[in-house]
């Protein structure tokens, strides 16, 4: 039997439908609101608290640093939050998500090495630090002013790393190095003053 075109284009526009759906994940709350559930918090629990529903990391008198690490390993995810910070004192806020196994990490807040700021940017420790390829070079027109919630989307599938602001896409960054399965940390850079917070974390693994 001879599709017409218009029957074709449906079935066509229905089944993109259909595999899009299949890679998107089911998002399920990391953070419950509540406490540090999921987390490892025995040795982050004097930088990190929940209060009113919101995640604070916090350094201390020392400045020393710290990451909150998942409980879980993930190697292929998609991870939503809302972040905000405010009032930062010296060169600014410098806190990150960092994943897998060599670690890479999406940068939200001022880069200690290159002081500015790099939100939306992929840091990979190597001799480049934040690739060109992977710097979220709009991010300040992404990105709502200091003090208010900013939604991310990070994913990362396969040898590829992407990263959305406010709903828009910012960076994206392959490299068939960081393959590992990993916990996934929320930092605090040490020898900073500084304060994050974070709310409605979720994640979903990808297929």
């Known amino acids: 039997m001879k599709l017409r075109p218009l029957t074709l284009s ?3 526009s229905f089944a993109a439908v259909v595999a ?3 890679e998107e994940p089911k998002l399920e709350p990391l953070f419950n609101g509540k406490d540090l559930t999921n987390f490892k918090t025995e040795p982050s629990k ?5 209060e009113d529903g919101i995640l604070i990391g916090e350094n201390n008198a020392a400045k020393k640093g710290d990451y909150l690490w998942t409980e879980k390993s993930y190697k292929d995810f998609v991870i939503e939050f809302d972040v905000r ?3 930062a004192t010296e060169r600014g ?3 990150g998500v960092e994943m897998r196994k060599p670690s890479i990490q999406l940068q939200l807040g001022i880069s200690g090495s290159l002081k ?3 939100s939306g940017s992929w840091y990979t420790g190597g001799k480049e630090k934040y ?3 992977g710097q979220a070079k709009e991010a300040k027109t992404l990105m709502k002013p200091e003090g208010e919630w900013n939604h991310f989307r990070i994913q990362a599938k396969g040898d590829t790393f992407t990263c959305w602001i406010n709903g828009q896409k910012a960076s994206e960054y392959t490299d068939p190095k960081f393959s590992g399965a990993a916990p996934i940390g929320l930092q605090i850079h040490p020898g900073v003053v500084m304060k994050c917070e974070y709310r409605d974390i979720k ?3 990808l297929p």
Do not use: N
């Open 10 to 12: 449906l079935i066509l």
């Open 20 to 22: 899009c759906s299949a």
């Open 46 to 50: 004097e930088f990190w608290r929940v």
């Open 85 to 87: 910070w405010k009032g």
């Open 93 to 95: 806020v410098d806190t």
């Open 116 to 118: 500015v700021d790099m």
């Open 131 to 133: 690739p060109e390829s």
């Open 203 to 205: 994640i979903g693994e």
